[in-house]
């Protein structure tokens, strides 16, 4: 039995150790916002936070998550009250299918988590593990631009609930 922290709660995962978060994610928790696209850590749908950093969820087995707390999509807003980050992606319109858009934000999320104030090198370089099939990239760099803003406006880098 291995215990998994997701977006602030636990929960006891009875299987093989070497099973991917995004397995136990999807089809444990009925978490469906990580996203298979490549199982390889190439395309970045499956991107959660550990630790506060992103992570491809596709890659890590669960016994190496015990212990660290997970954030994933759901865990920034709903769709009532959607997080900051969540926000400024509708804002911008930056899906097309969405496929890569979970995994979009959870970068995003975590690079101003860090750094409030990125510039556009930085952004450029923290989003750049995931891809855009649909090849939205510039308005998801919008949104990243957008994002900071708020959250700036908000006073605080860690909001992850919108103020409106
Ligand atoms: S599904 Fe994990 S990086 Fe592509
Ligand atoms: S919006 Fe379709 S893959 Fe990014």
């Given at each position: 039995?291995?215990?998994?922290?997701v977006n602030?709660?636990?929960?006891?995962?009875?299987?093989?150790?070497?099973?991917?978060?995004?397995?136990?994610l999807r089809?444990?928790l009925a978490l469906n916002g990580a996203?298979?696209?490549?199982?390889?850590?190439?395309?970045?749908?499956?991107?959660?936070?550990?630790?506060?950093?992103?992570?491809?969820?596709?890659?890590?087995?669960?016994?190496?998550?015990?212990?660290?707390?997970?954030?994933t999509?759901e865990?920034?807003?709903?769709?009532?009250?959607?997080?900051?980050?969540?926000?400024?992606?509708?804002?911008?319109?930056?899906?097309?299918?969405?496929?890569?858009?979970?995994?979009?934000?959870?970068?995003?999320?975590?690079?101003?988590?860090?750094?409030?104030?990125?510039?556009?090198?930085?952004?450029?370089?923290?989003?750049?593990?995931?891809?855009?099939?649909?090849?939205?990239?510039?308005?998801?760099?919008?949104?990243?631009?957008?994002?900071?803003?708020?959250?700036?406006?908000?006073?605080?880098?860690?909001?992850?609930?919108?103020?409106?």
């Amino acid at each position: 039995m291995i215990t998994v922290n997701v977006n602030g709660k636990d929960h006891h995962v009875d299987g093989d150790p070497a099973t991917p978060l995004l397995y136990v994610l999807r089809e444990d928790l009925a978490l469906n916002g990580a996203k298979f696209g490549c199982g390889l850590g190439q395309c970045g749908a499956c991107t959660v936070m550990i630790d506060g950093s992103a992570a491809f969820s596709c890659l890590l087995p669960i016994s190496l998550v015990q212990g660290r707390p997970v954030k994933t999509v759901e865990g920034l807003g709903t769709a009532e009250r959607p997080g900051v980050v969540q926000q400024a992606f509708i804002d911008e319109q930056a899906a097309q299918c969405g496929y890569c858009i979970a995994g979009m934000i959870m970068r995003a999320q975590a690079l101003l988590e860090r750094t409030p104030n990125p510039s556009d090198a930085q952004i450029r370089s923290a989003m750049a593990p995931s891809l855009c099939r649909c090849g939205t990239h510039m308005r998801i760099l919008r949104a990243v631009r957008r994002a900071a803003e708020a959250m700036r406006a908000a006073g605080t880098s860690t909001s992850t609930v919108a103020s409106r």
